[in-house]
């Protein structure tokens, strides 16, 4: 399988070169040349299959023979070594908790399939890969947990010195060994700036070969589409044919692209819902055939904070820039934090399930799309609502039960190294 950057400016490469470099030269993403049909036989057998043999089955599509099958069946394993249950909430309306990995986020299902994946393509290799990642919170203990001890790999992870959680912070700059902390004085957005000049900075990248674990990482996207089919498959004959929406809480949207490239395989959903916050430059988009990027405004949903999603270019690829086709597919909708807290207060007195502030606004996405409609819907839950405490406890007023791992996390010794804001810093920092 080649993979296409889509600047189109850069010859296509293999799957290798595609994740091991994260951004293609001409800035552009890599997707797939082309995505292949899955037998009519692998939706019929989907209930009788573990989200294992799901994983393998599928990712054989994308690693087209680049991995041979013994080594990718172990890796897929080691993957998806989690649960990831489908839960019924009320009626027609389901959650598939993605909350089950080591850092209970669903990140962790990306961040542990790229770096088995650098890890394995690196074997036979004497490159030795750096991995910069800015994190707003999630993204840097689920890429810390994934890439920890993997050879030939080393990881620095900047984030907003005072801006994550307790919990987040403890999540990455308690591993040592191959990965490093920085705190950067600053935002978010600093710490974005600082890694996206590295990563044009010639003294940099000649001496070191920098790499991404984020969502602009094509393995990040693969993974994300396993657990569409073992959802589906979970549903009784009865719900699939009554059509199986899905409701995607989305913020850089990795997640939803994963499940259009699922549905091009054949997966037979009937409409993906892109639920976001006030950020909501994709749904607009879908409404009104226009794109705007714009500068992130903060929310209590706040892994969803995106003003420019880096996978839009993506969604567009798959639909050659049309938004009629893309509209078929998809249909978009947002929230804000009143509603958001109002839906988590109202399922919990309802239901008794807790919804994190990203859940709940996947739940308010199928619940709109689905109104009196007979269709069976599944909403993801992204995060543990342990991983956001405050928000939590507090809009619900109650006490929320830590699970052991984060309790395990937050007795370790934090370790990190505090940066300024300038350039100049950050790169002695990495040349040192
Ligand atoms: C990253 C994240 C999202 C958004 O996923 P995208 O693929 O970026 O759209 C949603 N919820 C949580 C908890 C996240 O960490």
Known sequence: MKYYSTNREVDETSLKEAVLKGLADD??????????????????????????????????LYVDGEIPDN?????????????????????????????????????????????????????????????????????????????????????????????????????????????EAVEIEGTFDDCQRL???????????????????????????????????????????????KGVVFSICSGNFGHITAGLMAKRTGLPIDKLVAATNINDMVPQYLETGVYNARPSSETISNAMDVGDPSNFK?????????????????????????????????????????????????????????????????FFETAHPAKFLDVVEETLDTKIDIPQPLKDVMDKEKVSTVLSTNYADFKAFLLR
């Open 71 to 179: 080594e990718l069946k172990a890796l897929v394993d080691d993957v998806m070594s989690f649960e990831i249950p489908v839960v019924n909430v009320e009626k027609n309306l389901n959650t598939l908790e993605l909350f089950h990995g080591p850092t209970l986020a669903f990140k962790d299902v990306g961040a542990r399939f790229t770096s088995r994946l650098m890890g394995y393509f690196l074997k036979d290799d004497d490159r030795e890969i750096r991995i910069l990642v800015a994190t707003s919170g999630d993204t840097g203990g689920a890429v810390a947990s994934g890439f920890f001890n993997v050879p030939n790999i080393s990881v620095t992870i900047l984030y907003p010195k005072g801006k994550v959680s307790d919990i987040q912070e403890k999540q990455l700059t308690t591993f040592g060994g191959n990965i």
């Open 195 to 241: 890694v996206k000049e590295a990563f044009l900075d010639k003294e940099i990248t000649d001496k070191i070969n920098l790499s991404s674990s984020n969502s602009i990482n094509i393995a990040r996207l693969i993974p994300q589409s396993f657990y569409y089919y073992y959802a589906y498959g979970q549903l009784s004959k009865e719900d699939r044919a």
């Open 314 to 378: 993506r969604m567009m690829d798959l639909y050659d820039g049309s938004h009629e086709a893309i509209s078929k597919d998809i249909t978009g909708c947002s929230y804000t934090d009143e509603q958001t807290r109002e839906v988590m207060r109202e399922v919990y007195a309802r239901t008794s399930y807790v919804l994190d502030p990203h859940g709940a606004i996947g739940y308010m996405g199928l619940r709109d799309y689905l109104g009196d409609d007979d269709k069976v819907g599944i």
């Open 27 to 60: 800035k552009g993403l890599y997707m797939p040349e082309t995505i292949g049909k899955l037998p009519q036989s692998f939706f019929d057998n989907l209930g009788n299959l573990s989200l294992q043999e799901i994983a393998f089955e599928v990712s054989k």
